[in-house]
C-alpha cells in the first residue's frame, strides 16, 4: 500500500492562502527565492562534482537574472547540473520567468537543445551520487521553439519518479503538456501548483495546461530505491531546483507563494 512519505517541513513565514487566490495575493505574501543580485539561498549539484562546487560558473547572476551558461565550457560531456534553493517545500504556487538564449555548447545532446526544467519535490542534493544526472524528482520540464515545428512546454518529465493520472499510475519518462510553441528568446512565465501528495498543476499565461497527482518514488528505480524508506512511495515535498541540460537559459524571477494544506 502506498503511504505518504513523511516530510517535516517548517515554514515560519507560512501564510494560509489559497491558489484560486494566488493572482490575487498581496506582493508582500510572495517570497523571492531569487534576490536579484546573487545566488545567496541556491547551491550547485553539477555531475561529475562534489555539491556545492560551480563547474566553470555554470551558474551565475548577471544584469538581474541567475544566468546558466557554458562559456568556460569545451565540450558539454553530460555535465547535467542543477541549482537546488536552500528549503524544501510542500503546499505552494511557484512562479519563474524564463528565456534560452544563444546557441547549445558543444556535446550536448540533441534533445537538450532550448531544454532547461524546473525540479520540484526534489531529493536533498548533498544526497545525490557524484555522478547521478538528475536529482530524484518531479520536472516541470521547460522548452524553446525552433522558429519551426510544434514544441510545447511546461511539460512532466520523472527522473527516478511517477505520477497518477485518470486514476492510471505513468510510468512513461515525458508527457507532453496542452501549452503553445514560444520560439525565439522571448520571457515566459511558467506556473506550477503544488498540493503535497496530492494535485499538482502546470500553468502558462494563467491556464492549466497539464495536472497530474499523487507524485511518487519508483520502486523500479536505482536512485530512487534509496529514498525509500519504510516502504512510503508518496513524495509529500522536496526541493526546489534549476535545470543546466547544456542550452543556455536566463531566470531573473523565481517566486514562491505559500499554499495552505488542505
Known amino acids: 500500500m502506498i503511504r505518504s512519505l513523511d516530510v517535516v517541513l517548517l515554514l515560519a513565514f507560512f501564510m494560509p492562502v489559497t491558489a484560486h487566490a494566488a493572482d490575487d495575493a498581496p506582493s508582500d505574501q510572495w517570497i523571492q527565492l531569487f534576490d536579484g543580485t546573487s545566488l545567496d539561498g541556491w547551491t550547485p549539484k553539477i555531475r561529475g562534482y562534489e555539491c556545492g562546487?560551480?563547474?566553470?560558473?555554470?551558474?551565475?547572476?548577471?544584469?538581474?537574472?541567475?544566468?546558466?551558461?557554458?562559456?568556460?565550457?569545451?565540450?558539454?560531456d553530460e555535465?547535467?547540473?542543477?541549482?537546488?534553493?536552500?528549503?524544501?517545500?510542500?503546499?505552494?504556487?511557484?512562479?519563474?520567468?524564463?528565456?534560452?538564449?544563444?546557441?547549445?555548447v558543444p556535446g550536448g545532446p540533441g534533445w537538450a537543445f532550448r531544454n532547461s526544467g524546473i525540479m520540484?519535490?526534489?531529493q536533498d542534493p548533498q544526497s545525490m551520487a557524484k555522478d547521478q544526472k538528475f536529482p530524484?524528482?518531479?520536472?516541470?520540464?521547460?522548452?524553446?521553439?525552433?522558429?519551426?515545428?510544434?514544441?510545447?512546454?511546461?511539460?512532466?518529465?520523472?527522473?527516478?519518479?511517477?505520477?497518477?493520472?485518470?486514476?492510471?499510475?505513468?510510468?512513461?519518462h515525458c508527457i507532453d503538456s496542452s501549452s503553445k510553441t514560444y520560439h525565439g528568446d522571448q520571457w515566459i512565465t511558467a506556473e506550477v501548483e503544488v498540493r503535497g501528495n496530492k494535485i499538482i498543476r502546470h500553468?502558462?499565461?494563467?491556464?492549466?495546461?497539464?495536472?497530474?497527482?499523487?507524485?511518487?518514488?519508483?520502486?523500479?528505480?536505482e536512485e530512487a530505491q534509496l529514498l525509500i524508506k519504510d516502504g512510503n512511495l508518496l513524495l509529500s515535498g522536496g526541493t526546489i531546483s534549476l535545470q543546466s541540460e547544456s542550452h543556455p537559459v536566463e531566470f531573473r524571477k523565481v517566486e514562491l507563494l505559500p499554499l495552505a494544506a488542505e
Open 79 to 104: 555535465r547535467f547540473g542543477h541549482l537546488f534553493y536552500k528549503q524544501p517545500y510542500s503546499h505552494y504556487r511557484l512562479r519563474v520567468e524564463y528565456r534560452f538564449t544563444g546557441d547549445q
Open 203 to 221: 500553468l502558462l499565461e494563467g491556464e492549466v495546461v497539464l495536472e497530474y497527482e499523487q507524485p511518487q518514488l519508483d520502486e523500479s528505480d
Open 136 to 172: 530524484v524528482s518531479i520536472e516541470v520540464q521547460l522548452l524553446g521553439g525552433d522558429g519551426d515545428r510544434k514544441r510545447t512546454t511546461s511539460n512532466l518529465c520523472t527522473p527516478g519518479t511517477n505520477v497518477v493520472m485518470d486514476g492510471k499510475l505513468i510510468t512513461r
Open 53 to 76: 562546487e560551480n563547474f566553470g560558473n555554470t551558474f551565475r547572476v548577471e544584469d538581474g537574472a541567475i544566468k546558466v551558461v557554458y562559456d568556460h565550457y569545451e565540450n558539454f
Open 120 to 122: 520540484i519535490h526534489g
